[in-house]
């Protein structure tokens, strides 16, 4: 039910004022900041008003008053310092004001934002700003527990998914083969190297039923070089041999060994962009990057989604993301038994091999990297029937649970007992 102090201004036909200041224009902030509060203003227009602000007007203390409750990603703003001012002056205002974190502060050396982050203080910087937020939200318990040793007011606020978003409605497209695929960014090559040589024993295993699927190939980026005479650095456009995605396509192919045809093999070392490589029935398809507006879509060129995570605190309490976008689509998953994947993912095959009706996913324990991937993948290839169950398990574990809908509605809950309060 309402609180006396929504009841109120909805009688006085006045709307809470939220200000939500996310920490980008393009990636995380559209899950973490912008869409759960759009959403929020939609489902109770009478009720909320949202304003999305990128550059915040520190000094201007007339501009934080008139807000009932400021929400942010990470921090207040670009400026730390003056983002930490912001969040004292808010405490001793008694304005609610929330910092929603969903990665650890400090990724592991092997993460290529690694050296950045640590030169630039910004992990430092973001541990203040837990420790000065009124309140934190996060994504799993596993980070509740990590950010408790900060701040003790923590909740959990999963990704969701908005289920009428044309990008997360099913239209799968179809193939002779079983098609494996993975879809991500720019940073998981040591997740992905888990999976060295399991494509080129797939393929030997099943050469005509297996395709491989790559998702997001991007040849964007900068390579800094050093004069070593003069230290002078300078900056130019990396080489296509010189991309992560490079290395990741030489693990989907085999070192491209499992593509016999020799001039899709050349076409493939030309980098020439277009929207998808390969046809429907090829050994591999290279799908190349889309906006984060449209990306999730590429789940419709595949059947089996993998992913693999390296064990370390970083991926520990990652979120279960790549869980619930496969469950929208009704992909069958094959997932690494860690951290994030092991809050919603029931196994369907258990130790000593017995089957478990009640599994949504086959999950692979890391002490097993060596055999379980290629067992699980070679019996989803092998009974079809197996892939569409798993699909519609999981689809059943996540929706409604990770839909905007349903987040949305405690998230509104929540918003209007601090604002009652405060």
């Known amino acids: 039910s309402c609180s006396s102090k929504a009841q109120d201004a909805a009688k006085e036909n006045k709307k809470y004022k939220i200000c939500v200041l996310p920490s980008d224009r393009t990636g995380v902030s559209k899950f973490r900041s912008v869409d759960p509060h759009i959403y929020l203003q939609n489902m109770y227009p009478d009720e909320f008003w949202i304003d999305i602000i990128y550059d915040p007007p520190y000094h201007d203390d007339n501009f934080w008053k008139k807000y009932d409750l400021i929400h942010y990603h990470r921090g207040i703003g670009a400026n730390h310092e003056l983002g930490k001012m912001v969040q004292k002056k808010l405490t001793k205002w008694g304005i609610p004001h929330i910092m929603d974190l969903d990665d650890y502060w400090l990724p592991t050396p092997d993460h290529p934002a690694y050296m950045m982050i640590k030169n630039a203080n910004l992990h430092k910087q973001i541990v203040v700003s837990l420790g000065l937020a009124g309140h934190v939200t996060t994504t799993t318990q596993e980070f509740v527990n990590e950010i408790k040793k900060l701040n003790k007011n923590v909740s959990i606020y999963p990704n969701a ?32 190297e888990i999976l060295s040589g399991l494509f080129g024993r797939l393929y030997a295993a099943r050469p005509d039923k297996l395709q491989t699927v790559l998702c997001g190939y991007d040849l964007r980026g900068t390579m800094t070089e050093i004069d070593p005479k003069t230290k002078q650095q300078k900056q130019r456009p990396i080489k296509p041999i010189e991309s992560v995605w490079y290395k990741y396509e030489q693990l989907f192919t085999d070192n ?32 190349w990057t889309k906006p984060i507006t449209t990306y999730a879509a590429n789940y419709n060129h595949f059947d089996i989604s993998v992913a693999p995570l390296k064990e370390h605190i970083f991926n520990r309490v990652k979120s279960q993301l790549k869980v619930i976008e496969a469950g929208f689509h009704k992909k069958a998953l094959v997932i690494q038994d860690y951290g994030p994947y092991s809050i919603d993912c029931i196994s369907a095959i258990e130790r000593g091999g017995s089957f478990n009706p009640k599994g949504n996913s086959l999950m692979v324990d890391t002490s097993k990297n060596h055999k379980q991937w290629f067992k699980h993948i070679k019996r989803l290839i092998d009974s079809p029937a197996l892939v569409e169950d798993l699909g519609e398990k999981l689809h059943e574990t996540v929706f409604p649970r990770y839909s905007l809908e349903f987040v949305t509605k405690g998230r509104a809950e929540w918003y209007r007992e601090l604002i009652r309060k405060s």
């Open 256 to 287: 491209y060994k499992n593509i016999e045809d020799d001039s899709y093999k050349k076409e493939l070392l030309s980098f020439n962009k277009k929207m998808i490589s390969g046809d429907e029935n090829s050994t591999y398809r290279r799908v």
């Open 161 to 192: 998914i908005d289920h009428k978003e044309k990008q997360y409605i099913p239209k799968p497209t179809t193939s002779d083969r079983v098609r494996v695929g993975w879809l991500g960014g720019s940073s998981h090559i040591k997740d992905l």
